[in-house]
């Protein structure tokens, strides 16, 4: 009997030490400063990481711990957000601007801490501050545990593809500015493809990104839309593309030769180099909903060259047709196409027990223009703001929501967001803006409780006010289970019966269709 407790113990402790020997401790130092580049014929001085654009990528497997040291040596107080990484236990580490800590300040540093807990995949990190995250992002690469594999035939190569969004001029200034007026975003003067806008802006014949490609190869492109302001389509000019992941949870394969990826969205695709020798751009450009609204309408490219093809330069690149920028249909289609790998790698079921409900509208609202300033919003004299429920969030200012939660400090915050909105109306009617008292939202750091280990439904609705969009919505600590997306107002009559319980795609980042809804569902297992 002593022989085989003995036996035993000594396999547990064989097994803890192997799963002990997978993990590793992953460390970076970032260095925040400025930096000057030349683009679209000028030269600009950025903030960036380790003076690179994008900044380094973090590759890692999961079950490691990631140690991240920045040295804020910019003119900037800032932070850094681990976009899609759980932060399971670990959310002082997430990152986003006086809600789980207070900034970086100027000439400080500060180590972040976490560990990668049953995700892997495609992330990216970026600046939560102002709009720094223009220049300040890069890439994380989650692969599995050693000993475990892709649900897919492994690829011959993997490649980080960051679609990004460029302005000739200080991001941070022009963020300031639009604040203070009350006006939108200036619109971006560039995309880039890995930090390189193309050879259809000015100057830039020389500055875009290429893939060099062995005929008859597969290759797991890993895309992030790191762009601040854009939705944007993707394509490569003869290929199809078959899609394996979004937001780093596998999907069951979808054949598609166009992407629609929402700001803050990943996806991995394979692409097989099926081809006739030669070159193919690939291209993006923005998927733009709003009607009448002004947007950044250029285009975007990089090219892929198959060894043993002739040089690009002296032979045209195929170039493929994108879609226009208002396709909603062909948008729509991607997006609702997408379903989960039932049984895969961290692939969770469906929560059917729901313990709390929320119905919050999203969009645009005004603000009234203080005295002794001139605004510049629709209508004149007002300022744009956000709402949600008709309300528009105001971070603190003088420590950080986590902190004051964890301390249980009065008076930061309160604990009043409406879980539906105030007023009931019309939600996707454009005839709403001829109500005044309506499109104005209060100012307020209100904020929803929940009970450990709840489910949570939330039907995300889309308003018409100042102009329906479709509107990327992140959730932070969590990933959620898409039940459904349509257009027009939610009818729980007859859209619940939509509800998609059996392999609904799981993200944490979802466009809200334009004049639309979405329905998500996520269990609040992540203290913070």
Known sequence: MGRLVFLFASSLLLMVAATTVSAAIVEHSFNVQNLTVNRLCNRHVITAANGRLPGPSIRAREGDTLIIHVFNKSPYNLTIHWHGIHQMLSAWADGPDMITQCPIRSGNKYTYKFKIIKQEGTFWWHSHTSALRATLYGAIIIRPRAGSSYPFPKPYREVPILLGEWW?????????????????????????????????????????????????????????????????????ANHKMIVVAVDARYTNPYVTDVLVVASGQTIDVLLTADQPIGSYYMAARAYASAAGLEFDSTTTRGVIVYEGAASWTSRTPLMPVLPAFNDTPTAHKFSTSLTAL???????????????????????????????????????????????NNVSFVPPSSLSLLQAFFFNVGGVYTTDFPVKPPVQFDYTNPSINGDLPLLFAPKGTRITKLKFNSTVEMVMQSTAIIGAENHPMHLHGFDFHVLAQGFGNFNPATDTLKYNLFNPQIRHTIGVPVGGWAVIRFVANNPG
């Open 342 to 388: 039932v049984g895969g790698p961290h692939w969770e079921p469906v929560p059917l027990k729901v313990d709390h409900k929320m119905f919050v509208t999203i969009g645009m609202a005004l603000d009234v223009c203080p005295s002794n300033t001139t605004c510049q919003g629709p209508p004149v004299g007002a300022k744009l703001s956000a709402s949600m």
């Open 168 to 236: 000739n001029g200080n991001v941070v200034d022009m963020a300031n500015q639009a604040l203070a007026h009350g006006t939108g975003p200036n619109i971006s003067d560039a995309y880039t493809i890995n930090g390189w806008p193309g050879d259809l802006y000015p100057c830039s014949q020389n500055q875009m990104y290429k893939l060099k490609v062995k005929q008859g190869k597969t290759y797991l492109l890993r895309i992030t839309n790191a762009a601040v302001d854009n939705n944007l389509f993707y394509k490569i």
